[in-house]
């Protein structure tokens, strides 16, 4: 109760002091007079220029003419040169030269820890170029290259490879000229082998779909299903996402581990490659390949290998979750958009994969799904693989597992 009485009291003083103030500004100096009446309006109540308010807040009276207040500095040579004190003493309040420095990238004064909190000092990240932005500040040139090169161009990307392949679908047909529905006699992927292709597959569409939304649905969502249903979806698969992610760089690993082993380069991959396995070919005889053809190979490396590790590297930056990187704004913008070039090269790439995986070779689908592919599907497509099964260089069935036995039963 006192110290509320108290509160009044000295806050209504300082009321009666501050307009006590005004009426003495208003006779005493002829050039700021006409405008104190009007700024005083926009002080709060309980401010008294020049004095501690409440909070202790300091006040300035700009109206307080001093011999240096020069409204006109501008006028003069060094005006530009001038740091924040100086422009203070000529021009009070203008704190142009220390936000011009803000803008610049300097660092002002924080008491928190450098390892914690690397960028607490900085406001606005200094200019950069990234490559394909103007020299801006970091924040924008990162906003400039998503906004005018990744979105337009990756959109324009992915979209030309799906429609690659559906006018040759359209055009031309699956390929391949057996469906492989003869006695399934060979092992082509054990389980293991399955499971660590479909843990990554079924990640990987999540993470495509969700990415997609991510950078597309803004332009092509939000227009047709509204800004409610929208967000919803977007953090529902922007959630998805982020647990996705995991799974896919663990799938990934095995999926390297499990399957480099076939996917050096072998005898007839330059052959295979020349006439682009026959895809274009009149009679689309596929040319003579190992358990992989190169073009599998080149998925493997390119798509598999190499993005996919630059993919999986990048996620893991904007997770935070690689150790001794010091995490910086710039660190999250470079890794945004390595992650997105990254990412759009590589689902183009594998538009091709999924389509030739699915309807556009006769049989593939029923190997990845089955495990098991009969002697003809086998002798057209891989016929050195299935010379050295003939041969017994190479087990017809490769896992001794009665779930293997089971999956090989179903598929016959
Ligand atoms: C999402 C849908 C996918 C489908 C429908 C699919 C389908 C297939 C099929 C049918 C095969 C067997 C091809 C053959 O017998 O030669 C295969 C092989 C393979 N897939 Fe996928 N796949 C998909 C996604 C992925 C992803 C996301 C990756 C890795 C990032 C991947 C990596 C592989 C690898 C390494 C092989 C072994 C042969 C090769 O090197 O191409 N697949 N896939």
Request: glycine fraction near 10%.
């Amino acid at each position: 109760m006192f110290l509320r009485s108290a509160l009044l009291v000295s806050s209504l003083l300082l009321g009666l002091s501050g307009s006590v103030f005004a009426q003495t500004a208003q006779q005493g100096q002829a050039a700021a007079v006409q405008a104190a009446p009007a700024a005083s309006k926009v002080l709060p109540d309980d401010a008294v220029p020049g004095q501690a308010a409440p909070g202790g807040i300091q006040g300035q009276n700009i109206f307080d003419v001093k011999p240096e207040v020069k409204p006109d500095a501008s006028s003069s040579a060094d005006y530009m040169k001038q740091s924040n004190g100086q422009r203070n003493a000529v021009q009070p309040g203008n704190n142009a030269p220390m936000w011009r420095g803000v803008a610049a990238g300097a660092d002002g004064f924080t008491s928190l820890p450098k390892s914690q909190a690397p960028e607490a000092g900085n406001l606005i990240q200094a200019p950069v170029k990234y490559p394909g932005s103007r020299f801006t500040t970091a924040g924008e040139a990162w906003r400039q290259v998503r906004n005018n090169w990744i979105i337009p161009y990756g959109g324009a990307l992915f979209l030309i490879a799906l429609g690659a392949v559906a006018i040759y679908f359209f055009t031309r047909g699956p390929l391949g000229h057996t469906e492989g529905d003869g006695p399934a006699v060979i092992e082509r992927f054990t389980p293991f082998e399955r499971s660590a292709h479909w843990a990554n597959a079924i990640a990987f569409s999540i993470l495509a779909i969700s990415g997609l939304v991510m950078a597309f649905g803004k332009f092509l969502l939000l227009p047709v299903i509204g800004l409610t249903l929208f967000g919803g979806l977007t953090y529902l698969l922007k959630t998805l996402h982020n647990f996705a992610g995991p799974v896919f760089a663990v799938s990934l690993l095995v999926v390297i581990v499990t399957f480099i082993r076939d996917e050096w380069p072998q005898r007839g991959d330059l052959k295979w490659l020349a006439r682009a396995g026959g895809a274009f070919s009149k009679t689309r005889v596929e040319p003579p390949s190992y358990r992989f053809n190169a073009g599998e190979k080149i998925i493997f490396w390119a798509g598999v290998f190499f993005l996919g590790l630059i993919v999986v590297g990048s996620g893991l930056v904007m997770d935070k979750l690689i150790p001794n990187i010091v995490y910086e704004r710039s660190t999250m913008q470079v890794a945004h958009m390595v992650h997105a070039v990254s990412t759009v090269l590589m689902m183009s790439m594998f538009t091709l994969h999924i389509y030739l995986g699915t309807i556009g070779m006769r049989g593939a689908y029923k190997a990845m799904r089955t495990g098991w592919v009969d002697e003809e599907w086998a002798k057209e497509h891989h016929p050195y693989w299935y010379d050295d099964i003939a041969a017994g260089k190479i087990p017809a069935q490769r896992s001794q597992t009665p779930a293997a036995d089971e999956a090989r039963a179903r598929a016959a």
